[in-house]
């Protein structure tokens, strides 16, 4: 059977990740030092070779660059300088780009400006619908309660309360929606390449149940990445992803309880959700980004522009939710409404964005990619 090649593979690739991919001579060293790998998965070298030969349709039919979680340790180890953690990295935002069928993922990977310009456009939609539909009311500086927190679902002009936040969660689901749309058909795509287009693949319904556990067990422990040897960046990955899921959940499925008009004690099980989640995402934004500034460490050496786009966005989400919180406490009616705009301008396009199309969108490929192995493993 003749295999069509694609003699350009390599340097498309180039596009989304620093590598030379002639620099491997396929010694074995990475797959050997690499705890992950295992019979059936030889990443990083399969991946590699691949991409050497031009093999575009074998490689996208791999699920290899998602089991990595790049600790480094092979491309400290390897003897040519390939930076094979790297590679692996590129090929991770390639894939991204061949399950995203709108295109708009290879737009924002391989030009910034894209990226920002939809960034701005969604964040300028999110003001001016406030600004023009949802204005602050005369006489909002009476808005404070008892205990002298600003009463945020009352500042609106002409929207009561629950009105206001009715038409929050309305946004948030259709938000929600289209977020959810679109990853779902990005997974549906990797699903296909990876498994449905392979003909010489059988399973059966009884294995896609039975080995089904380990794709939810793995998205909420991240068990993977804990047999690598650097424990702390484990341990601040799942501080971010729990973290930042807890507060996905809060916003879009339980925001009516989370976006009162009382301001709770600090205790109250609430805010300790709110404190957790803000906890793990600044520990891990503020360990990546150190460790990136410094570039000591081989995995925080090389910064592609979306590694700091979403570094950047998260940090202002994260940030401007701390403002507003501390606005609300002190009693600052007109500075927490202003703020709360700010807030949802950068968390709106951040969702839209980073989730289906980029950095985000990781944390679903995964644990999704585990299972996959799992499957053809089990045939």
């Known amino acids: 059977m003749n295999t069509r090649v694609n003699p350009n593979l390599a340097k498309e690739l180039n596009k989304y990740g620093k590598g030379n991919w002639n620099e491997c001579f396929h010694c074995g060293n990475c797959t050997a030092i690499c705890p992950l790998s295992e019979d059936g998965f030889l990443f990083p070298r399969k991946s590699i ?21 790049y600790c480094g340790d092979c491309s400290e180890t390897c003897p040519r300088d390939a930076n094979p953690g790297e590679l692996m990295m590129a090929m991770r935002r390639y894939l991204t780009t061949k399950y995203d069928m709108t295109g708009l993922s290879r737009k924002f990977y391989t030009s910034a400006i894209w990226e920002y310009a939809f960034i701005a456009i969604i964040a300028l939609l999110v003001v001016v619908s406030f600004l023009v539909f949802l204005p602050l009311r005369p006489d909002a500086a009476s808005m404070v309660n008892e205990s002298g927190g600003v009463m945020i679902n009352s500042l609106i002009a002409g929207v009561s309360p629950d009105r206001f936040v009715t038409l929050i969660e309305y946004g948030d689901w259709l938000m929600a929606f289209i977020v959810a749309g679109l990853l779902i058909s990005n997974i549906l795509n990797m699903f296909y390449k990876t498994i449905l287009s392979d003909k010489s693949i059988r399973i059966s319904v009884s294995t896609y149940i039975t080995e089904f556990w380990h794709l939810i067990y793995n998205f909420v422990t991240q068990a993977s990445f804990s047999k690598c040897e650097k424990k702390s960046y484990w341990i601040g990955h799942l501080l971010l992803m729990t973290g930042y899921t807890i507060m996905f959940i809060v916003v879009v499925v339980f925001l009516p309880y989370f976006q009162v008009e009382e301001v709770y004690p600090f205790w109250h099980w609430q805010r300790a959700l709110g404190y957790y989640a803000t906890f793990g995402i600044i520990f891990f934004l503020g360990m990546v980004t150190y460790q990136r500034l410094r570039k000591t460490q081989i995995n925080m050496k090389f910064s592609h522009a979306s590694d700091w786009v979403f570094i950047i966005m998260l940090a202002l989400t994260t940030i401007s939710g701390i403002i507003l919180h501390i606005f609300r406490l002190s009693g600052m009616v007109e500075a927490s409404y202003y703020t709360y705009i700010i807030h949802l301008a950068i968390l709106v396009p951040m969702i839209v964005i980073e989730v289906p199309f980029s950095k985000w969108s990781h944390l679903a490929y995964r644990p999704f990619a585990i299972y996959i192995s799992k499957l053809k493993l089990a045939v």
């Open 49 to 69: 070779r691949a991409i050497q030969m031009g093999l575009d349709k074998k490689f996208e039919a791999s699920v290899d660059p998602w089991l990595c979680y």
